[in-house]
Protein backbone atom coordinates (compact mmCIF):
# COMPACT_ATOMS: atom_id res chain seq x y z
CA UNK A 1 0.00 0.00 0.00
CA UNK A 2 1.09 3.48 -0.82
CA UNK A 3 1.00 6.45 1.19
CA UNK A 4 1.76 10.07 0.27
CA UNK A 5 1.41 13.48 2.28
CA UNK A 6 -0.51 16.09 -0.06
CA UNK A 7 -1.19 19.55 0.91
CA UNK A 8 -4.81 21.25 0.28
CA UNK A 9 -5.88 25.03 0.06
CA UNK A 10 -8.80 25.67 1.96
CA UNK A 11 -9.77 29.07 3.41
CA UNK A 12 -10.59 30.50 6.48
CA UNK A 13 -13.86 31.83 8.23
CA UNK A 14 -12.53 35.58 7.44
CA UNK A 15 -11.84 34.45 3.69
CA UNK A 16 -7.82 34.11 4.37
CA UNK A 17 -6.11 30.85 2.56
CA UNK A 18 -5.40 28.38 4.66
CA UNK A 19 -2.83 25.24 3.82
CA UNK A 20 -3.83 21.57 5.21
CA UNK A 21 -1.86 18.59 5.89
CA UNK A 22 -3.39 15.39 4.78
CA UNK A 23 -1.95 12.18 3.67
CA UNK A 24 -3.22 10.31 0.67
CA UNK A 25 -3.67 5.95 0.68
CA UNK A 26 -4.15 4.24 -2.38
CA UNK A 27 -5.05 0.38 -2.63
CA UNK A 28 -2.27 -1.91 -2.71
CA UNK A 29 -3.58 -3.60 -5.91
CA UNK A 30 -6.00 -3.16 -9.02
CA UNK A 31 -6.80 -0.27 -11.91
CA UNK A 32 -9.75 1.35 -10.35
CA UNK A 33 -11.51 3.52 -10.18
CA UNK A 34 -11.79 2.94 -6.40
CA UNK A 35 -14.56 4.46 -4.28
CA UNK A 36 -13.08 7.86 -1.86
CA UNK A 37 -13.16 8.54 1.88
CA UNK A 38 -12.33 11.46 3.83
CA UNK A 39 -11.24 10.54 7.14
CA UNK A 40 -11.76 13.30 10.01
CA UNK A 41 -10.70 13.27 13.26
CA UNK A 42 -12.13 15.19 16.76
CA UNK A 43 -10.86 18.09 18.38
CA UNK A 44 -7.32 18.70 19.27
CA UNK A 45 -6.14 15.35 17.69
CA UNK A 46 -4.62 14.78 14.16
CA UNK A 47 -5.22 12.64 11.16
CA UNK A 48 -2.61 10.12 11.94
CA UNK A 49 -4.18 8.82 14.97
CA UNK A 50 -6.37 7.05 12.74
CA UNK A 51 -3.97 5.84 10.24
CA UNK A 52 -4.76 2.21 11.35
CA UNK A 53 -8.41 2.69 9.89
CA UNK A 54 -6.98 4.36 7.08
CA UNK A 55 -4.81 1.38 5.97
CA UNK A 56 -7.42 -0.24 6.98
CA UNK A 57 -10.01 0.94 4.50
CA UNK A 58 -7.62 1.38 1.32
CA UNK A 59 -6.61 -2.42 2.25
CA UNK A 60 -10.55 -3.12 1.66
CA UNK A 61 -10.03 -0.97 -1.76
CA UNK A 62 -10.75 2.44 -1.07
CA UNK A 63 -8.62 5.55 -1.88
CA UNK A 64 -8.26 6.99 1.21
CA UNK A 65 -7.31 10.71 2.37
CA UNK A 66 -7.21 11.75 6.12
CA UNK A 67 -7.14 15.19 6.85
CA UNK A 68 -5.74 17.52 9.89
CA UNK A 69 -8.41 20.23 10.07
CA UNK A 70 -7.00 23.72 10.00
CA UNK A 71 -5.72 24.70 13.42
CA UNK A 72 -4.63 21.42 13.86
CA UNK A 73 -2.28 19.00 13.40
CA UNK A 74 0.08 19.79 10.41
CA UNK A 75 -2.75 22.11 9.06
CA UNK A 76 -2.20 26.08 8.96
CA UNK A 77 -4.91 28.70 10.46
CA UNK A 78 -6.36 28.48 13.39
CA UNK A 79 -10.17 26.08 14.40
CA UNK A 80 -12.43 29.47 13.74
CA UNK A 81 -15.61 27.50 13.31
CA UNK A 82 -16.81 26.29 9.91
CA UNK A 83 -14.64 23.40 9.24
CA UNK A 84 -16.97 21.85 6.90
CA UNK A 85 -15.06 23.70 4.35
CA UNK A 86 -11.98 21.58 4.92
CA UNK A 87 -14.50 18.77 4.08
CA UNK A 88 -15.54 20.04 0.78
CA UNK A 89 -12.32 20.66 -0.26
CA UNK A 90 -10.62 17.29 0.41
CA UNK A 91 -13.74 15.53 -1.38
CA UNK A 92 -13.00 17.85 -4.47
CA UNK A 93 -9.32 16.35 -4.27
CA UNK A 94 -10.70 12.86 -4.20
CA UNK A 95 -13.18 14.33 -7.01
CA UNK A 96 -10.44 14.87 -9.64
CA UNK A 97 -7.87 12.22 -8.49
CA UNK A 98 -7.81 9.58 -11.57
CA UNK A 99 -7.68 6.66 -9.65
CA UNK A 100 -11.31 7.80 -7.89
CA UNK A 101 -14.87 7.14 -8.74
CA UNK A 102 -15.78 10.98 -8.59
CA UNK A 103 -19.67 9.57 -7.71
CA UNK A 104 -18.44 7.20 -4.87
CA UNK A 105 -16.64 9.68 -2.46
CA UNK A 106 -17.58 8.44 1.51
CA UNK A 107 -16.92 10.36 4.68
CA UNK A 108 -15.51 8.79 8.23
CA UNK A 109 -15.67 11.05 11.39
CA UNK A 110 -15.24 10.88 14.73
CA UNK A 111 -16.48 13.02 17.72
CA UNK A 112 -15.87 16.35 16.26
CA UNK A 113 -15.29 14.90 12.90
CA UNK A 114 -18.40 13.35 13.53
CA UNK A 115 -20.22 16.79 13.41
CA UNK A 116 -18.74 18.67 10.38
CA UNK A 117 -18.86 15.24 8.28
CA UNK A 118 -22.86 15.84 8.92
CA UNK A 119 -22.89 18.68 7.83
CA UNK A 120 -20.88 17.82 4.77
CA UNK A 121 -23.24 15.25 4.32
CA UNK A 122 -26.73 17.63 4.66
CA UNK A 123 -24.56 19.96 1.80
CA UNK A 124 -24.29 16.71 -0.38
CA UNK A 125 -20.56 16.02 -0.57
CA UNK A 126 -20.81 12.28 0.23
CA UNK A 127 -22.57 9.33 -0.87
CA UNK A 128 -22.77 7.54 2.33
CA UNK A 129 -21.11 8.36 6.12
CA UNK A 130 -19.96 7.07 8.61
CA UNK A 131 -19.92 9.05 12.32
CA UNK A 132 -18.39 7.50 15.26
CA UNK A 133 -19.86 8.92 18.51
CA UNK A 134 -20.61 12.70 16.71
CA UNK A 135 -19.92 15.29 18.83
CA UNK A 136 -23.59 17.54 18.99
CA UNK A 137 -22.66 21.58 19.33
CA UNK A 138 -23.83 21.43 23.41
CA UNK A 139 -20.70 19.07 23.75
CA UNK A 140 -18.37 21.58 21.78
CA UNK A 141 -19.25 24.80 23.50
CA UNK A 142 -19.03 22.94 26.80
CA UNK A 143 -15.33 21.80 25.62
CA UNK A 144 -13.58 25.04 24.60
CA UNK A 145 -12.34 26.35 27.01
CA UNK A 146 -10.87 22.84 27.80
CA UNK A 147 -9.50 22.13 24.65
CA UNK A 148 -7.90 25.70 24.86
CA UNK A 149 -6.31 25.47 28.41
CA UNK A 150 -4.98 21.70 27.57
CA UNK A 151 -3.59 22.81 24.19
CA UNK A 152 -2.07 25.21 25.69
CA UNK A 153 -0.64 23.99 28.83
CA UNK A 154 0.54 20.72 27.29
CA UNK A 155 2.77 22.98 24.90
CA UNK A 156 3.92 25.01 27.72
CA UNK A 157 4.73 21.86 29.77
CA UNK A 158 5.81 19.51 27.14
CA UNK A 159 3.68 16.27 28.91
CA UNK A 160 1.97 14.17 26.98
CA UNK A 161 -1.68 13.09 27.74
CA UNK A 162 -4.60 11.91 25.79
CA UNK A 163 -6.77 14.25 23.79
CA UNK A 164 -10.42 14.39 22.50
CA UNK A 165 -9.89 12.62 19.64
CA UNK A 166 -7.94 9.47 20.44
CA UNK A 167 -5.27 7.85 21.78
CA UNK A 168 -2.33 10.20 24.09
CA UNK A 169 0.47 11.36 21.58
CA UNK A 170 3.90 9.54 21.95
CA UNK A 171 5.25 13.16 22.09
CA UNK A 172 4.18 16.61 22.39
CA UNK A 173 6.57 18.09 19.57
CA UNK A 174 3.64 17.54 17.83
CA UNK A 175 2.46 21.16 16.75
CA UNK A 176 -0.31 22.31 19.68
CA UNK A 177 -3.83 22.63 18.59
CA UNK A 178 -5.00 26.64 17.57
CA UNK A 179 -8.24 27.51 18.73
CA UNK A 180 -9.98 30.80 17.51
CA UNK A 181 -12.43 30.57 20.56
CA UNK A 182 -14.50 33.28 19.67
CA UNK A 183 -15.48 32.41 16.20
CA UNK A 184 -15.55 29.09 17.09
CA UNK A 185 -18.25 30.05 20.27
CA UNK A 186 -20.11 32.05 17.67
CA UNK A 187 -20.56 29.28 15.22
CA UNK A 188 -21.59 26.38 17.33
CA UNK A 189 -24.22 29.30 19.26
CA UNK A 190 -25.77 29.02 15.71
CA UNK A 191 -25.63 25.36 14.91
CA UNK A 192 -28.62 22.41 15.43
CA UNK A 193 -27.20 19.11 14.34
CA UNK A 194 -31.16 17.61 14.25
CA UNK A 195 -32.09 20.61 11.71
CA UNK A 196 -28.88 19.50 9.87
CA UNK A 197 -30.05 15.57 10.34
CA UNK A 198 -32.82 16.24 8.40
CA UNK A 199 -31.13 17.83 5.63
CA UNK A 200 -29.00 14.50 4.89
CA UNK A 201 -29.85 11.69 2.23
CA UNK A 202 -27.62 9.56 2.22
CA UNK A 203 -27.04 6.20 3.92
CA UNK A 204 -25.55 6.90 7.37
CA UNK A 205 -23.80 4.85 10.26
CA UNK A 206 -23.53 5.51 13.86
CA UNK A 207 -21.48 3.89 15.85
CA UNK A 208 -21.70 4.66 20.25
CA UNK A 209 -20.04 3.23 22.79
CA UNK A 210 -22.89 3.30 25.65
CA UNK A 211 -19.80 3.95 28.21
CA UNK A 212 -19.13 7.21 26.33
CA UNK A 213 -18.98 9.77 29.22
CA UNK A 214 -18.26 12.61 26.61
CA UNK A 215 -21.02 12.40 23.94
CA UNK A 216 -24.60 10.72 25.27
CA UNK A 217 -25.60 7.63 23.37
CA UNK A 218 -29.35 9.67 22.97
CA UNK A 219 -27.16 12.20 20.61
CA UNK A 220 -26.60 9.61 17.88
CA UNK A 221 -29.94 7.82 18.57
CA UNK A 222 -32.08 11.26 18.01
CA UNK A 223 -29.83 12.23 15.27
CA UNK A 224 -30.78 8.58 13.97
CA UNK A 225 -34.34 9.57 14.52
CA UNK A 226 -33.93 13.10 12.48
CA UNK A 227 -32.36 11.30 8.93
CA UNK A 228 -33.88 11.86 6.27
CA UNK A 229 -31.92 8.80 4.45
CA UNK A 230 -31.26 4.83 5.96
CA UNK A 231 -29.49 4.53 9.14
CA UNK A 232 -27.85 1.88 10.80
CA UNK A 233 -27.26 2.45 14.03
CA UNK A 234 -24.60 0.25 16.23
CA UNK A 235 -24.68 0.72 19.89
CA UNK A 236 -21.49 -1.12 21.88
CA UNK A 237 -21.67 -2.48 25.26
CA UNK A 238 -18.76 0.14 27.66
CA UNK A 239 -16.40 1.57 25.92
CA UNK A 240 -15.46 5.20 26.14
CA UNK A 241 -15.78 8.40 23.71
CA UNK A 242 -12.72 7.12 21.96
CA UNK A 243 -12.35 3.05 21.87
CA UNK A 244 -14.87 2.49 18.83
CA UNK A 245 -12.49 4.74 16.93
CA UNK A 246 -9.96 2.51 17.43
CA UNK A 247 -11.34 -1.05 17.39
CA UNK A 248 -9.69 -2.85 15.25
CA UNK A 249 -13.39 -4.91 14.51
CA UNK A 250 -14.69 -1.69 14.19
CA UNK A 251 -11.94 -0.39 11.43
CA UNK A 252 -13.10 -3.78 9.08
CA UNK A 253 -16.87 -3.44 9.99
CA UNK A 254 -17.07 0.62 9.44
CA UNK A 255 -14.91 -0.01 5.76
CA UNK A 256 -16.80 -2.91 4.88
CA UNK A 257 -20.14 -1.28 5.36
CA UNK A 258 -19.05 2.03 3.86
CA UNK A 259 -17.49 0.14 0.69
CA UNK A 260 -21.19 -1.92 0.31
CA UNK A 261 -23.60 1.30 0.73
CA UNK A 262 -20.93 3.52 -1.77
CA UNK A 263 -21.68 0.70 -4.31
CA UNK A 264 -25.58 1.08 -4.14
CA UNK A 265 -24.78 4.65 -4.53
CA UNK A 266 -22.77 3.96 -7.54
Do not use: N
Request: charged fraction near 20%; proline fraction near 5%.
Amino acid sequence: MMSSVVRLHSGGADGSPILLAATLYVPPAGDGPFPGLVVGHGASSRRLRHDGFCREAAAEGFVVLAVDFRGHGDSEGAADGPLEDDLSVAAAFLRRHRAVDRDRICYRGSSMGGFYGLKAAAAGHFAAVALICPASETVMLEGLEEFEYRDTEGAVQGAAAPDAGGAAPSTLAERPTRWDIPATRKYFGLQDSMATAARVTCPVLLVHARGDDVVPLQHSLDLAGRLAGDATVITLAGGSHTSAQHDPEMHSFTARWLLEHAARSG
